[in-house]
C-alpha cells in the first residue's frame, strides 16, 4: 500500500512538528512540510490519511509478551489462552518479543517459534527468546548460543527467573553461564543478546546482576530485569542499578486489584525525579502471562491475564495524569527498546525506517489508528486486520 499522511503533529518519539509523510511498501520514504499527491495518482492502493489535529508517534514495542498464553500455577484450568492479532493491535504495539514462562513443559520452544511466525504472517513484527523461567535453560537446538545464532526470531534468552519461590533456584555462577552464552550468541550473529530476567521478591534482589558488573566482565547491557516495579524496595534498587549503566523494565500489567497502569507511571515519574538516566527504562505488558496472587503461605489465592493493552495506558497515564513530557515517555515503548534490543529501523519515525505508525487523538491521546509495516491494521478505533481464525 501507498499512504501519505497529511498535517500530524509528529513525535518521532522527539517532537519535529506538523509535516507529511509517504510510505511506500513497508517503508517511510519521505518527510516533508508538504507532500503534493498529484504525482502518485498512478499508484495501486493509494491513500491519503488526513492527521490534522493528531498526533502521530512510532509504533510501540513490547519485549515482553506470552505468545502461546502462560500460567497453570492453579492447576491445568489456569492456562491462560494464546494471543490474538487484535489483542496486540489494538494496543498499538507493531513489534512483539515473545517468551515463555513459568511453564515451559507444556508450552515449548518449538511452539512460540510457530506462533511468532504466525503473528508476523499476520501482519505484525516478531521475535522471540530462547529459554524461560528454568535454569539449565531449555533450547531448540544444543545450546543458548546455538539458538541465537542459528534461529534468525531468537535475539535473547528469557524470562530466565530469579528471586522468586517459581524459579528453579539457580545459582550465581548457573545465572552468569545464561548471561555469558546470551552475550557470545548476541555477539556473533549480529543482536543485541538480551536476557530477560524475571524479578521475584527475594531478599537478594538485584544482587547477582550487581556482582557481574562489580566483576566487570560480561556487560550489563546484556541483562534487562523485569518486574522491577514490583515493590517499592526493588524500585529504589533499580534506580540506584540505573545509575550505573543496568536496563530495567516496568511492568505494566498486574495482579493487584489496584490500576497498575496509573502504578507504572507513578514508578516512572519517581525514577525520573530520582535521576534515573530515560535512556536505561523500559516498559513492556507480559500479556497474556498469569498473573498469579499469593498469600503469605504460597497459596494462589487470584488470577488475571497479562494485557497489551496496558502497555501504552501507562504511558498515557504518564503524560495526562502526572505531566511527564510524552517526548520522554514515549521513549519507553520505542527508541528505548528498539535501541537496547538492536531493531534496526524500529522505534523512531525516520527516513527509510520501517512504517510503524500510530495516530493518537492530540486531547485524550487514545489510539485511533495503527500502521504495521506499511499496512493499516487498526483503523478508525476499529480493527481492520483480524488473526486468521478471529
Known amino acids: 500500500m501507498n499512504i501519505i499522511i497529511k498535517n500530524a503533529e509528529i513525535f518521532d518519539p522527539n517532537f519535529i512538528g506538523k509535516k507529511d509523510i509517504w510510505v511506500v ?19 495501486l492502493n493509494f491513500k491519503t490519511i488526513n492527521a490534522e489535529g493528531k498526533y502521530l508517534v512510532p509504533g510501540f514495542i513490547d519485549t515482553h509478551v506470552h505468545f502461546l498464553g502462560g500460567g497453570g500455577e492453579g492447576g491445568f484450568k489456569t492456562r491462560t489462552p494464546e494471543i490474538k492479532l487484535t ?11 515473545g517468551c515463555l514462562g513459568t511453564d515451559s513443559v507444556t508450552r515449548n ?5 510457530a506462533k511468532s511466525k504466525a503473528l508476523e504472517e499476520e ?24 539458538d541465537i545464532i542459528l534461529i534468525d526470531k531468537i535475539i535473547g534468552t528469557g524470562e530466565v527467573a530469579i528471586e522468586d519461590h517459581r524459579s528453579s533456584q539457580p545459582t550465581y555462577n548457573e545465572f552468569k553461564k545464561v548471561v555469558a552464552e546470551t552475550s557470545i550468541g548476541g555477539m556473533l550473529a549480529g543482536k543485541a543478546g538480551i536476557v530477560n530476567i524475571h524479578m521475584g521478591g527475594g531478599k537478594n534482589g538485584l544482587g547477582y546482576l550487581y556482582k557481574i558488573i562489580e566483576e566487570d566482565i560480561l556487560s550489563p547491557k546484556n541483562m534487562l530485569p523485569t518486574h522491577i516495579n514490583r515493590s517499592q524496595t526493588l524500585l529504589e534498587q533499580g534506580r540506584d542499578y540505573a545509575k550505573i549503566g543496568g536496563l530495567i523494565d516496568l511492568t505494566t500489567s498486574s495482579s493487584s486489584n489496584q490500576q ?34 499469593f498469600d503469605e503461605n504460597g497459596k494462589m489465592t487470584g488470577m488475571r491475564i497479562g494485557q497489551v493493552s496496558s502497555l501504552f495506558a501507562a504511558v498515557r497515564s504518564a503524560v495526562k495524569d502526572l505531566d511527564i513530557n510524552l517526548e520522554t515517555a514515549l521513549k519507553v515503548i520505542t527508541e528505548n527498546p528498539a535501541r537496547i534490543f538492536n531493531l534496526e529501523n524500529k522505534g523512531k519515525i525516520k527516513k527509510d525506517n520501517d512504517a510503524d505508525l500510530v495516530i493518537l487523538d492530540k486531547e485524550s491521546l487514545e489510539i485511533e489508528s495503527v500502521i504495521a509495516k ?12 483480524k488473526g486468521t481464525f478471529q
Not at 501482519?123 to 537446538?141: C, D, K, L, Q
Open 25 to 43: 511498501g513497508d517503508k517511510i520514504i519521505s518527510i516533508e512540510d508538504n507532500i503534493s499527491e498529484n504525482f502518485n495518482l498512478n499508484f
Open 87 to 97: 489483542d496486540i493491535t489494538k494496543g498499538g504495539v507493531t513489534t512483539a518479543i
Open 109 to 113: 520452544l518449538r511452539s512460540l517459534l
Open 123 to 146: 501482519g505484525i513484527t516478531t521475535y522471540m527468546y530462547t529459554g524461560s523461567y528454568r535454569i539449565p535453560v531449555n533450547t531448540i537446538t544444543e545450546g543458548i548460543r546455538e
Open 260 to 293: 497498575k497502569t496509573n502504578e507504572c507511571a507513578a514508578s516512572l515519574k519517581f525514577l525520573l525525579e530520582e535521576g534515573t538516566p530515560i535512556e536505561n527504562i523500559t516498559f513492556s505488558s507480559d500479556a497474556q502471562g498469569s498473573l498469579p496472587k
Open 374 to 385: 506499511g499496512e493499516i491494521l487498526f483503523e478508525d478505533k476499529q480493527a481492520v486486520v
